[in-house]
T-cell receptor
Framework: DQQVKQNSPSLSVQEGRISILNCDYTNSMFDYFLWYKKYPAEGPTFLISISSIKDKNEDGRFTVFLNKSAKHLSLHIVPSQPGDSAVYFCAGVIQGAQKLVFGQGTRLTINP | DTAVSQTPKYLVTQMGNDKSIKCEQNLGHDTMYWYKQDSKKFLKIMFSYNNKELIINETVPNRFSPKSPDKAHLNLHINSLELGDSAVYFC??????????????FGPGTRLLVL
């Protein structure tokens, strides 16, 4: 019963182009979503979040879009840089539940 | 100056042994967590403690016992280790409930291999 799904295990993008990572969820109780970035042999690091009352949040090169009716969110990275190569996890949380529910991650590779 | 630290980073041990993983955070957070990342790379919560009190226990076998001596530490003790316990274990912490508590900060992980 995977409540958060990242259906693309990997994505390869040319440096300078846009990277779009997708995430779908089934639990309509989620009211907050987060994206984490993970390098090998390190813990996940927080990247950007979005509240369910918004449909977009932007932070520099990173923008997260939320489509509640489709239960879908996406992370856009533009322009993509080699240092963006990592595994990206999407997570949902029910406020007050203090529990992140993670997707299985998408490995992003930025090619020079 | 590591915010969330875990020791050891790697742990190789035999089936049946008992082992502990330590976690410390210097962020002043009230809530700490243990997550397990299995071979399929899913990150799943195991436990959550708020101010030394157990908040979440996600049907983890009782061979796993978290211990929180103070709010800056959450250790994980595992009894009678099994092959299926091999995974990467991540500790995390977050701000108090009234603040940005959804954002959790993770340690570097402990890679446990049970032989």
């Amino acid at each position: 019963d995977q409540q958060v799904k990242q259906n693309s295990p990997s994505l390869s993008v040319q440096e300078g182009r846009i990277s779009i990572l997708n995430c779908d969820y089934t639990n309509s109780m989620f009211d907050y979503f987060l994206w984490y970035k993970k390098y090998p042999a390190e813990g996940p690091t927080f990247l950007i979040s979005i509240s369910s009352i918004k449909d977009k949040n932007e932070d520099g090169r990173f923008t997260v879009f939320l489509n509640k009716s489709a239960k879908h969110l996406s992370l856009h990275i533009v322009p993509s840089q080699p240092g963006d190569s990592a595994v990206y996890f999407c997570a949902g949380v029910i406020q007050g539940a203090q529990k992140l529910v993670f997707g299985q991650g998408t490995r992003l590779t930025i090619n020079p | 100056d590591t915010a969330v630290s875990q020791t050891p980073k790697y742990l190789v041990t035999q089936m049946g042994n008992d082992k502990s993983i330590k976690c410390e955070q210097n962020l002043g957070h009230d809530t700490m967590y243990w997550y397990k990342q299995d071979s399929k790379k899913f990150l799943k919560i195991m436990f959550s403690y708020n101010n030394k009190e157990l908040i979440i226990n996600e049907t983890v076998p009782n061979r796993f016992s978290p211990k929180s001596p103070d709010k800056a530490h959450l250790n994980l003790h595992i009894n009678s280790l099994e092959l299926g316990d091999s995974a990467v274990y991540f500790c995390a912490s977050s701000l108090p409930l009234a603040d940005d508590q959804e954002t959790q900060y993770f340690g570097p992980g402990t890679r446990l291999l049970v032989l």
